[in-house]
């Protein structure tokens, strides 16, 4: 729970890297409160909108995230073009979040604070 809070958070900070770990337990915690409001809607024969409230409200934050990630994977954030490849650009872009951190190097300034 504690990443999705940190990506709910961060929501509109699309610097800096994210770690697989964060991604994927976002994604998870994401994914089981869309099941429970899928179910509380069919429950209720609720037409979908709330589920439909709820996934425009976690689309930015899953977007900053997962640009964080495709930085710290290494890769361009060009990498999201490969959506517009039909039916394998989702597997495709899967795969590149699926991919391990890059070492980097610690950049420090003359005056010793971390770039």
């Known amino acids: 729970m504690y990443w999705y809070i940190e990506a709910l958070k961060h929501y509109v900070d699309f610097r800096g890297v994210a770690h697989r770990r964060a991604f994927w337990m976002f994604i998870f915690v994401n ?21 439909a409230v709820y996934s425009l409200l976690t689309i930015t934050p899953f977007l900053a995230l997962a640009t964080r990630r495709l930085r710290d994977t290494g890769l361009p954030l060009w990498s999201f073009l490969v959506l517009l490849i039909p039916m394998i650009g989702v597997l495709i ?7 391990p951190s890059q070492p980097r190097t610690l950049l420090i300034d003359k005056e010793g604070a971390k770039v």
């Open 31 to 51: 994914l089981v409160f869309s099941v429970i409001i899928a179910m509380i809607e069919t429950l209720t024969n609720n037409p979908g909108w709330l589920d």
């Open 93 to 99: 872009l899967i795969y590149f979040l699926c991919l």
